[in-house]
Nanobody, 118 residues
Framework: QVQVAESGGGLVQAGGSLRLSCAAS????????MGWFRQAPGKEREFVAA????????YYADSVKGRFTISRDNAKKTVYLQMNSLKPEDTAVYYC???????????WGQGTQVTVSS
């Protein structure tokens, strides 16, 4: 089973940008669908974006469409989340996930904090 670890979180002002990375290890990366989720304080974890194993299909939550972009580099075993035009409501712990298919994520990272100040 592949393991994943996030990086790239931090503090940014509203309107700014961040790029999150998720590095995979221990297994073959390319067959796995990858996703990003987030959990804000006092709220349930929610879907943010996902990408198919070959990168040809991407999916986004309505709240981030047009601002966030998910991509992957199978040679580097890494998936990225480029976040632009950040808003205070994007503040959350962001988690990377891997799985055999979209909506079947079974391997999760520890999360990385993203804080957007107003």
């Amino acid at each position: 089973q592949v393991q994943v670890a996030e990086s790239g979180g931090g503090l940014v002002q509203a309107g700014g940008s961040l790029r999150l990375s998720c590095a995979a290890s221990g297994g073959t990366f390319s067959p796995f669908a990858m996703g990003w989720f987030r959990q804000a304080p006092g709220k349930e974890r929610e879907f943010v974006a996902a990408i198919s194993w070959n990168g040809l299909s991407t999916y986004y939550a309505d709240s981030v469409k047009g601002r966030f972009t998910i991509s992957r580099d199978n040679a580097k075993k890494t998936v990225y989340l480029q976040m632009n035009s950040l808003k205070p409501e994007d503040t959350a712990v962001y988690y990377c996930a891997a799985g055999p298919k979209i909506q079947q994520f079974d391997s999760w990272g520890q999360g990385t904090q993203v804080t957007v100040s107003s």
